[in-house]
């Protein structure tokens, strides 16, 4: 299957899981049936090299480029948005209109990622526009064994199974994030069963869950999603994947 097929088919899933996702709906577990906790030194996030990285501060604006600054090529794809994605000021923006819609820019890595993670912004607008970070497989039914959504408000960590997304934990930020387009991180990395989630909000969190290990995603994917049309716009600042 090529990586544009098996993206295609995450179109309707992006639109529709991330919109249950948002709304509380769907397969939820809470962040303390998942075995979630804060954790208080950062340095204990597992080492992982990164194998793509691109900085969207250090591009002029124009046209999306074709391939990373490592030189691995991108694949995009779009549902509900009218032009691919850009650099514009400094990021990479994802052009949605002001409508429901999600964009895949996805990186192909050939072996499982541990790592998945982008340094974003938030604009003015309701907590439904969101960056998605998604190890997918190559295979069908659709499948990932990441699925971790950053809105202005929260983080939801899931996978994919069988083409619908299963919400292992969420949370509220423990400070507000700014909707002025100030750069803030997020990020996971897999060890084993065990997800860290580096948050917005400078925490960390711990994640043990079986899913984890499922399958093995290898297709590095950031999502710009747009619930709705008062959904606040994000601006990439970063990706990279390890």
């Given amino acids: 299957m090529s990586p544009g097929a098996s993206r295609r088919s995450a179109?309707?899933?992006g639109l529709a899981g991330g919109a249950a996702l948002l709304a509380?709906?769907?397969s939820v577990r809470s962040i303390s049936d998942a075995t979630a906790s804060p954790v208080a030194d950062p340095a204990r996030l597992p080492t992982v090299a990164n194998r793509v990285s691109t900085v969207w501060s250090n591009h002029p604006d124009?046209?999306?480029p074709l391939v990373g600054d490592e030189g691995t090529p991108f694949d995009v794809v779009l549902a509900g948005a009218p032009q691919r994605p850009s650099v514009q000021g400094g990021?990479?923006?994802g052009n949605l209109p002001r409508r429901p819609g999600a964009i895949y820019v996805g990186q192909q890595l050939g072996s499982p990622l541990h790592r998945l993670g982008a340094r974003f912004g938030f604009g003015a607008g309701d907590s439904g526009g969101s960056v998605a970070l998604v190890a997918f497989t190559r295979e069908k039914p659709l499948r990932a064994n990441l699925h971790l959504s950053f809105t202005s408000d929260r983080?939801?960590?899931g996978v994919i199974s069988d083409g619908s997304v299963d919400?292992?934990?969420r949370d509220f930020y423990t400070n507000s994030v700014p909707q002025d387009g100030t750069p803030v991180q997020g990020e996971a990395r897999l060890d084993g069963t065990?997800?860290?989630v580096a948050v917005p909000d400078g925490t960390v969190r711990l994640v043990d869950d079986q899913r984890f290990t499922a399958v093995a995603g290898s297709l590095a994917t950031w999502e710009?999603?747009?619930l709705t049309s008062d959904s606040s716009d994000v601006r990439m600042y970063a990706t990279w994947a390890g």
């Fill in 91 to 93: 990021a990479l923006v």
């Fill in 224 to 226: 710009f999603f747009k």
């Fill in 11 to 13: 179109l309707a899933l």
């Fill in 194 to 196: 065990t997800a860290y």
């Fill in 167 to 169: 919400e292992v934990a």
């Fill in 24 to 26: 509380g709906c769907g």
């Fill in 62 to 64: 124009g046209p999306m």
């Fill in 155 to 157: 983080w939801i960590l």
